[in-house]
């Protein structure tokens, strides 16, 4: 199970960290991913970290303000946001996946997902 926290409203410019903590199960092996949705569109990625290895990939639209990171101990994975812009504002998504890295980007390939949580910046 995944529980996704953090969110908020800032101001554009302004940051927030999010939280996604896994209890239940352990995701040794796994991809874990964030993902956001507005409403109206489809989930689109954003970023993604395997468990093991901490190899990291980024969406173009975030690389350089965004940064995933995983805390092995607490079982937590994490969404650093920087830089933040109005057009980040959409329900953010922790997911996890067992999928090739090269598909990843694909939210199907998602087999856990966490409740989401609202990130709102404001200009």
């Known amino acids: 199970q995944l529980q996704a926290s953090g969110g908020g409203l800032v101001q554009a410019g302004g940051s927030l960290r999010l939280s996604c903590a896994a209890s239940g199960h352990r995701y040794n092996g796994w991809k874990m991913g964030w993902f956001r949705q507005v409403p109206g569109k489809q989930r689109e990625f954003v970023a993604v970290i395997n468990w093991n290895s901490g190899t990291l990939y980024y969406a173009d639209s975030v690389k350089g303000r965004f940064t995933i990171s995983r805390d092995k101990g607490k079982d937590t994975v994490y969404l650093q946001m920087n830089s933040l812009k109005p057009e980040d504002t959409a329900v953010y998504y922790c997911?996890?996946?067992?999928?090739?890295?090269?598909?990843?980007?694909?939210?199907?390939?998602?087999?856990?997902w966490g409740q989401g949580t609202q990130v709102t910046v404001s200009s």
């Open positions: 997911g996890a996946s067992l999928g090739a890295w090269s598909t990843l980007h694909d939210q199907n390939m998602y087999r856990h």
